[in-house]
């Protein structure tokens, strides 16, 4: 999905105001999905934009020092009108971190497949590759 999806999507399900916190959403943890019912959910902390590779990149809180809020919708959307060009940009989602030989990280990504919105609760959930482990019916607003 891209991050204009994810913003009709919230605008779709009634968020006008960009109040819906924005969530990642995986069943996959490790390489191993987890058993059935059960949904890993991390809040969006910081968005990373590549411009040269076309991804917005973002990075849950818990791996934020020191740990900061909940992005929500309006953060995203702020983004896109400071730089527009990221509304085409494929969403991914940090998961984790390796730690190289030379002591540097390198993130591991996935990229966001679709949203789930939980409008009761005021959140939009994106939804972790593979699309396989979701129902069907959780896609879109």
Do not use: H
Request: with cysteine; net charge negative.
């Amino acid at each position: 999905m891209i991050l204009s999806d994810l913003l009709k999507d919230a605008e779709k399900a009634g968020d006008a105001a960009g109040a819906f916190r924005v969530v990642i959403a995986t069943r996959t943890v490790d390489g191993v999905e987890m058993e059935p019912g059960r949904v890993q959910v991390s809040d969006a902390g910081f968005p990373q934009v590549d411009t040269s590779g076309g991804e917005v990149d973002i990075l849950p809180t818990k791996y934020m020092d020191p740990p900061g809020p909940c992005l929500t919708v309006a953060a995203f959307r702020q983004l896109v009108a400071e730089q527009p060009e990221v509304a085409d940009f494929t969403v991914m989602a940090v998961t984790g971190f390796k730690l190289l030989a030379d002591g540097g990280n390198a993130q591991r990504t996935e990229q966001a497949m679709g949203t789930n919105v939980l409008a009761e609760q005021g959140e939009i959930w994106l939804l972790l590759y593979p699309d396989r482990q979701w129902p069907a019916d959780w896609f879109g607003a």
